[in-house]
Every structure is written in structure tokens, then in C-alpha cells.
């Protein structure tokens, strides 16, 4: 730090000077004194840019509320025990819908059995902006694509996160989202929407593997047999292999590096979440399907 620890006067300079030489030496003075005020000013501005605000502190075990720009809010779940960087899973809701409301979809008591982080964002308004649909979110042409972004990135922050192992699922609208994010990002091992269609442009995927779960008996999003078809395309995978038990129907076809696209149709479901409705496949199932593929 610079410090200024004499004053100057006429008098000073006068008593061994005549006027001339002391207004001179006044003026060498004065210059002094106003670079030391520049060097202060400018190292002040300097400091000021390069200050950075605090780091957040780590989220410990247990369930937090995350406040995002713009007032959004993000619960997140961090499991009892972490034996090193976890998996993360995005689940969202439905439309409408909130982060609450997907607490309920039946990946929260899984979290301190299987060890992963579970976030649930809030959508705009309870929608999200997948393109076509839903809502003020897409009314308004909302950059959710950014604002979740923004919410893996905030979370593995703040948590100690596999990037191999970030996973987004999510019902109706959010299912929709979550194909979305899987078409223009490359964030996500494995993506798994819940009776939703591709509502945005997605001819070149990120490679990722895919299930997708959905009633044949849904009215409100009927069941679109070719949402997954980028990734099989992309991704240079064999023909299905199909399979049933029940009225469960699945189609499962291998792709590149042990990658896996998987559609599971169920045989009277409709617009429902499956384990909700007793339909013989659960959250547990996903996570399983997760836990299986991560990144390659």
C-alpha cells in the first residue's frame, strides 16, 4: 500500500529557495502527489475487478431449497452417505407443475439408498419450454435449455459430482424437456422421458442412451413411436430386440459403446407415471437403466 506521510507548503520549500525555485519545486511536488493518487485509484479499480464473490458453501446430506437467477427454485437432495463423486439425476415435473410436485415421482426415497444427488427444478410458471409446448415457458420462447444448464452446473458446485453419471428424467411436459436437453446438449448419459414426444428439432443428437416409457392408452401425448429414432440414427444401433411380460412391451436395441436405446410401452396406461398406477415398472427401474450407462 502506497501511503502519503508528508504534506508540503510554500514555507517548506522557501526557507533555503528563492520564489522561482520554490514554485518549481511546488510544482514537482504536486505531480508526486497526484501519480500516487492515480497508482491508489488505480490499483483500487483493479481490485475491485478482480474480486470474486465468495464461494457457496458445499450442500451437506439432507434436502435444500437453491434459489437460481431469476427467483426460480431448485430442491436438491444430497444422500447420508457419499463414498466419493455421485451421480446426479434431474427430475422434472409435469405441466403444471414444480419441483415439489416431482419429489413425489418416486426417485426421492431412492436417493439415500443408491447414493445420488436428486435435483428438481421449478419450471416457468409450473411449465417448460420443450419446443412446442407448454405453457408461459414456451409462450414467452423461455431459454430452459440455459436455465437447466445452469442448474447442473450450480449443483456440481456445490456437490461432488461424476460428470460421467448426470442424468435428467421427467413426466408429460418435462419429459418433453428432457428430450429436449438430450438433442441440444451433451450434458446427460442417459435421458429418460415418462409419456412424452420430441417437441423441438433433433436431427443430430448428442450420443446418449435412451428410455422411454409411455402408455398405449394415453390420451393427452399418444405414444410416438419414432421419438427415439435420432438416437438410433446417430448412434448406428442394431435393430430392437422386443420382448413382453405381461402388458409390459420392451424394445431394447444395442448401440454404439455399450450405449442402449429402450422403448417400455405399457399395454391400458394412460397419461399416468407407471409405478403410480401399478403398471409393473417403477422409478427403481430407471435408476436402474442409469446406473447402467454412463457416459462412453
Known amino acids: 500500500m502506497i501511503r502519503l506521510t508528508r504534506t508540503f507548503s ?3 520549500c522557501c526557507v533555503h529557495a528563492d520564489a522561482g525555485e520554490c514554485s518549481s519545486v511546488m510544482r514537482a511536488n504536486l505531480r508526486a502527489v497526484a501519480a500516487a493518487l492515480m497508482i491508489l485509484l488505480f490499483g483500487g479499480l483493479l481490485a475491485g475487478c478482480s474480486a470474486h464473490a465468495p464461494a457457496e458453501p458445499p450442500l451437506k446430506a439432507g434436502i435444500h ?42 426417485f426421492d426415497p431412492l436417493v439415500d439408498a443408491d447414493g445420488f444427488v436428486a435435483a428438481y427444478p421449478d419450471g416457468l410458471d409450473g411449465s417448460w419450454n420443450a419446443g412446442g409446448c407448454c405453457g408461459d415457458a414456451a409462450d414467452n420462447d423461455t431459454n430452459d435449455v440455459a436455465f437447466l444448464t445452469s442448474v ?23 419429459a418433453m424437456m428432457a428430450y429436449r436437453l438430450g438433442c441440444e446438449t451433451d450434458l446427460f448419459a442417459a435421458i429418460a422421458p415418462i409419456a412424452g ?13 435412451v428410455l422411454h416409457v409411455h402408455g398405449l392408452a394415453d390420451s393427452t401425448v399418444a405414444f410416438d413411436s419414432g421419438s427415439e429414432a435420432p438416437w438410433r440414427k446417430s448412434d448406428n444401433c442394431d435393430p430392437p430386440n422386443v420382448t413382453q411380460s405381461g402388458g409390459v412391451h420392451r424394445s ?11 422403448v417400455v410401452t405399457i399395454d391400458g396406461m394412460d397419461h399416468e407415471i407407471p409405478w403410480v398406477a401399478a403398471k409393473g415398472f417403477g422409478a427403481p427401474d430407471i435408476w436402474a437403466f442409469f446406473a447402467t450407462h454412463p457416459h462412453r
Open 152 to 174: 447442473v452446473k450450480r449443483v456440481e458446485a456445490r456437490t461432488k459430482i461424476d460428470p460421467k453419471r448426470v442424468y435428467v428424467t421427467g413426466f408429460s411436459n418435462g
Open 252 to 262: 431394447i436395441a444395442a448401440c454404439a459403446h455399450g450405449r442402449t436405446v429402450e
Open 197 to 209: 414426444d420430441v417437441e423441438s428439432g433433433c436431427n443430430h443428437p448428442a450420443a446418449a442412451s
Open 65 to 106: 431449497a437453491v434459489a437460481m437467477k431469476g427467483g426460480r427454485l431448485v430442491t436438491v437432495h444430497v444422500p447420508a452417505h457419499l463414498a466419493g463423486p455421485a451421480p446426479l439425476v434431474l427430475v422434472l415435473h409435469e405441466f403444471p407443475g414444480s419441483g415439489a410436485l416431482a419429489m413425489g415421482y418416486g
Open 10 to 12: 510554500v514555507s517548506d
